[in-house]
C-alpha cells in the first residue's frame, strides 16, 4: 500500500538552462490498513500507520478484533512500537481497538478530543441501555453478540476510549517526535472531530469527514461538517485519506463534498425524501460499489429523516456540547 512518488527536483542552475533536473526517490512513510463496511455487522474504519522518530502513530483502531490483529501485526513486522494512537473521533468503529493496542504496548499515548465526555453520558450511554437487551434477546445472532459483548467492555471502562493527550484546539504539534499539523473541527461528525494534515507528505487524514459510500450523520451537525470540509479543502493536500474507503486526489475529494453539499442542501428543502437518496447516489456514484448500493439507499434514508428533517431541537442537537 505504500507508494513511490518521484519528485522532480529542480536543480540550481534553472537560469542557464545547463542543469537537468535531479530525480528523488521518496518513499512516504505512511500505510493504510483499509477497514470495511460489511452488510451483516458493524464496520471498522480506516487506520493509517505514520512512522515518527519515537516509534509508530496509528490514526484510529477499528472496532472488530480482527482489525486490531491486523494493526498488531504490522507493527511487529516493522520491528517498531505503536507510540501513539490518534482517534480521529469516539465513534467505536474507529476506537474499540485502542484498548488491544495499549494492551500490547502499554506505554502508547492517546491523542484525541474530549468529544467522548459528552458521548459518554448520552450517544453511548443509551447504547449501552440497548445492549444488555440485545444480549438477552435469543433471536441475536452470535457474531453480533461477540460485537456487543467487546462494546460494552469499552463501554463499561471509558478510560479505554479517553485520550491521555487530549487535543482541544487545532495547532501544529510534535507527535512522537514527528510535526504534525493537528485541526480540531468542532460539532461535525461528533462534537469535536480531530484530523490531521501531514506537511512534508501532501497528506490529509480525516476520518469521518470523508466516508466513500454514504456520511455517517448519526451523531453529525451538518453546519459543522460543511464548515470542516472547507478547512480541508483549505490545505494543500494531493492525498487524502477517507475513514472509510479508498484514497482521493483532490478532484475525488471536490466531487465528494459537492454531493455532501447537495445531500444537505436537498435535506433541508422540501423537496422528496426519495429525491435527495437518489441525488446523493447519482453525485457520488464513483464512490458507491454495486454491493453497497440497497445499504447507502437505506442510510441515506435514515439520516434525512433522523437528523436532516427531524424537529428543529433534534436536528441542533450535535451541533452544542453534549449532544443531547
Ligand atoms: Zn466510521
Redesign the pocket.
Known sequence: MQRSILLVVAAAGLLTGAAAPKVKLVEPSYTLIPGSVPLDKG?D?NSIFLDAPQGLIVVDTGRHPEHAELLLAYAKQRGKPIAVIVNTHW?L??TTGNYDIRTAYPRAQVYATTAIEGALKSFLQRGREQTDKRLADPKTPADVKAQLIRARHRLDNPDTLRPTVPVTKSAIMKIAGRKLDVHVAPYAATEADLWLYVPDEGLAIVG?LV?DIVP?MDTACAEGWQKALGEVAATPFTRLIP??GAPMNRDQFNQWRKAFDNFIDCGQSIRLKEECVAGWKRDAAPFIDAEHGDYVTEAAGYYLDTRLRSSPEERQKYCKPGGV
Open positions: 464496520p474504519g465513534h468503529d474507529h469521518d466516508v455517517f475513514g472509510h
